[in-house]
């Protein structure tokens, strides 16, 4: 079997467009939640959302006419594949581009193009509907225009699992190069589907928080949380075969060692309270990488603030770590980015990478109240130094679709 690298990241997210501002925000504890702004939300129960900040397409497309052929889930993708395909340097080596694939997934896809042409429709009559709405809408576009950008020609696929995405874009990449069907693949997600039609459906299935304070919007395992707060972004990660990464003398931020991809088969929307299906995706993870429970160990929770989910997590991490549950240094990074869907994954794995990198967990923002269901390190408010040696990050979608990827340190 091959070992898997990563040797590339890049973000675009409600705390940084790009790794380093990314990096230096999660640690400082910058919280990304504000009032909704990019619609009108008056009609909607829903104040807080989590929206990404400044981001320019003209900055990773050549011609307008590009940008206006893409919608902005696509435009999220090839901003972060930008970032992570120059860090790892994978384009200038000798990459054969047969054995260079794409795993890019979205939880929702083309929202806003649907809704706007939804509108032309009503509005303007079916003749004016735009001859790029269907490439712009469908789900797979992010990873086939990646490819295309790239002319990657290997095994090329979008994964669509909900909140777990890219967890599962991340792990099936690796389980590809592991078993040498390719040498790399470009994996993560991405979303954009801030808009009043999406808010308005995830509030009617009681998921969104409806504070109007950003402190109390998004508080991961605080007994006061009440639901999540909707985020955006997208995160890119390069992963390669060791030996390949080694003989181009790439930069190895870290190797992933362990991949869980389960199903609770319980519910549509709530997870199973008895953490089945999670403490069996987390356990194969751990097994896989020969994790013991002995080593230092960073935790990047699901976390999504909700009360069903975060009692349920805590559940399965004591079930998979028994007693060493307690040593385990976790957080949520939702508290700080929102819920960001389909990229929430690949984005939580680069925040756990980046913990091995730097030796620094990034805290659990906003958490004043402990739950009694919840009384694990959270990693409360305040960043921590600890060398960990293994990162762990798990992700848990509507479906009951559950995954964790696990990482060690370089």
Same mark, same amino acid.
């Given at each position: ?149 790239? %002319?990657?020609? &290997?095994?090329?696929?979008?994964? +669509?699992? *909900?909140?777990? $995405? @890219?967890? !599962? ?120 990488? %020969?994790?013991? &429970?002995?080593?230092?160990?960073? +935790?990047? *929770?699901?976390? $999504? @603030?909700? !009360? ?103």
């Amino acid at each position: 079997m091959n070992r898997v690298v990563v040797t590339g990241m890049g973000v675009i997210s409600p705390v940084g467009n790009d790794i380093p501002t990314f990096w230096e925000n999660i640690t400082k504890g910058v919280c990304g939640i504000d009032k909704i702004q990019k619609f009108d939300a008056s009609r909607l129960k829903v104040n807080l959302d989590a929206e990404v900040k400044d981001f320019n397409p003209k900055n990773y497309y050549e011609t307008m006419q590009e940008i206006r052929k893409s919608d902005l889930f696509m435009q999220y993708a090839v901003a972060a594949t930008d970032e992570a395909v120059k860090m790892s340097g994978i384009m200038d080596s000798d990459i054969d581009k047969e054995r260079l694939g794409v795993y890019i997934g979205t939880g929702i896809g083309g929202i806003n193009t649907t809704l706007a042409e939804a509108k032309k429709l009503e509005s303007k009559g079916p003749e004016r509907i735009s001859a790029f709405f269907v490439p712009m809408m469908i789900a797979n576009m992010a990873s086939g225009t990646v490819s295309i950008r790239y %002319g990657a020609k &290997g095994p090329t696929l979008p994964i +669509v699992t *909900a909140c777990a $995405t @890219s967890s !599962h874009a991340v792990g099936e990449a690796y389980r590809a190069i592991k078993h040498g069907y390719a040498d790399a693949i470009i994996a993560g997600g991405s979303e954009a589907a801030i808009n009043e039609l999406a808010m308005a459906g995830f509030v009617n299935c009681q998921a969104l928080c409806l504070s109007d304070d950003p402190k109390t919007g998004s508080i991961p395992f605080d007994a006061r949380r009440s639901g999540f707060v909707m985020g955006e972004g997208a995160g890119i990660l390069v992963l390669e075969e060791y030996e390949h990464a080694i003989k181009r003398n790439a930069h190895i931020y870290a190797e992933v060692t362990g991949y869980g991809n389960t199903a609770d088969a319980y519910h549509i929307t709530a997870p199973d309270p008895e953490a089945d299906g999670a403490i069996r995706a987390i356990r194969a993870a751990v097994e896989e990488s %020969g994790i013991t &429970g002995e080593e230092e160990i960073y +935790v990047n *929770a699901h976390g $999504t @603030s909700t !009360h069903l989910n975060d009692a349920m997590e805590t559940k399965a991490l004591k079930e998979v770590f028994g007693s060493r549950a307690y040593d385990l240094h976790i957080s949520s990074t939702k508290s700080m980015t929102g819920h960001m869907l389909g990229a929430t994954g690949a984005v939580e794995a680069i925040a756990s990478i980046m913990a091995l990198e730097k030796g620094v967990i990034p805290p659990t923002i906003n958490y004043v109240e402990k739950d009694e269901e919840c009384d694990l390190d959270y990693t409360p408010n305040t960043a921590k130094k600890v060398e960990a040696e293994y990162a762990i990050s798990t992700s848990l979608g509507f479906g009951g679709h559950n995954a964790c990827v696990a990482f060690k340190k370089n």
